[in-house]
Nanobody
Framework: QVQLVETGGGLVQAGGSLRLSCAAS????????MVWYRQPPGNQRDWVAT???????YYRDSVKDRFRISRDNAKNTVYLQMNSLKPEDTAVYYC??????????WGQGTQVTISS
């Protein structure tokens, strides 16, 4: 069974940076398209970024040029580097495989709170 553990969240001021990590087990991140999603308070979970098995990356428009998704194959871990953070980035952040994101199998997420 695929398990995903997200860490790295916290409380930072607007303009600050955070790096989120997603440690995977039961799957090999380099062989999957891996995704980050986020769920703001009272809202649905929304897609943020994708890294494909080929290393291509994609971002939602609101985070393009501020966030960067990457992976460390040796650690079987996916990262989300978040810069120039804004209050509207406040959310619980989750990672998953592309296929897993269509199921109910999600990790516990990591809370990101941006103060203005």
């Amino acid at each position: 069974q695929v398990q995903l553990v997200e860490t790295g969240g916290g409380l930072v001021q607007a303009g600050g940076s955070l790096r989120l990590s997603c440690a995977a087990s039961g799957t090999i991140v380099s062989r999957n398209a891996m995704v980050w999603y986020r769920q703001p308070p009272g809202n649905q979970r929304d897609w943020v970024a994708t890294i494909t098995s080929n290393g291509n990356t994609y971002y939602r428009d609101s985070v393009k040029d501020r966030f960067r998704i990457s992976r460390d194959n040796a650690k079987n871990t996916v990262y989300l580097q978040m810069n120039s953070l804004k209050p509207e980035d406040t959310a619980v952040y989750y990672c998953n495989t592309q296929s897993g994101s269509m199921t109910d199998n999600w990790g516990q997420g990591t809370q990101v709170t941006i103060s203005s």
